[in-house]
T-cell receptor
């Protein structure tokens, strides 16, 4: 019955590889987000989709590409992984674009060797 | 600009009250939130306050909002060891339709 679920929970891979992280929410929300949390726990928005439309695209390298096949899913694909991509990536969802609290997944811990 | 600031660390004894402070910049924010993050977990919404309120109480949690000073605080009464976590203050930045998070306050509760 997990509300926002991300897979995988842990991802260890080598520099230069391409990887994907999947996110699904069963809350019926229409807005989904990807955040990056660095080693100092600072949380930064990367992308947001509302009804499958990209509404927030922060200064993120082109190697990161989100894809929303439907309102309940927002996946994150990363090409040519770099050491600096090591972080915890959180998916979140909310109802509407403003004012509603976001519900977070448990995070995907990405480690680049 | 958009910015939310919090002190990074707070240490209290079990049974004492904890007060976590936050300042924000967007005066047009309509909601302000407190999230809790336990080790290895995602952020969990603790409580929120609407901008036309000064105070909100929810069991052991009290949120105070000073709109004039753009200051938000979270008071946890009778702090327990299970309250040890990182607490994030967040505001909706109405200019960009996004939520801005503070850096998080690490609360340590000593038994």
């Amino acid at each position: 019955d997990t509300a926002v679920s991300q897979t995988p929970k842990y991802l260890v891979t080598q520099m230069g590889n391409d990887k994907s992280i999947k996110c699904e929410q069963n809350l019926g929300h229409d807005t989904m987000y990807w955040y990056k949390q660095d080693s100092k726990k600072f949380l930064k928005i990367m992308f947001s989709y509302n009804n499958k439309e990209l509404i927030i695209n922060e200064t993120v390298p082109n190697r990161f590409s989100p894809k929303s096949p439907d309102k309940a899913h927002l996946n994150l694909h990363i090409n040519s992984l770099e050491l600096g991509d090591s972080a915890v990536y959180f998916c979140a969802s909310s109802q509407g674009r403003n004012n509603q609290p976001q519900h977070f997944g448990d995070g995907t811990r990405l480690s680049i060797l | 600009g958009e910015d939310v600031e919090q002190s990074l660390f707070l240490s209290v004894r079990e049974g004492d009250s904890s007060v976590i402070n936050c300042t924000y910049t967007d005066s047009s924010s309509t909601y302000l939130y407190w999230y809790k993050q336990e080790p290895g977990a995602g952020l969990q919404l603790l409580t929120y306050i609407f901008s036309n309120m000064d105070m909100k109480q929810d069991q052991r949690l009290t949120v105070l909002l000073n709109k004039k000073d753009k200051h938000l605080s979270l008071r946890i009464a009778d702090t327990q060891t299970g309250d040890s976590a990182i607490y994030f203050c967040a505001e909706i930045y109405t200019g960009g339709f996004k939520t801005i998070f503070g850096a998080g306050t690490r609360l340590f509760v000593k038994a």
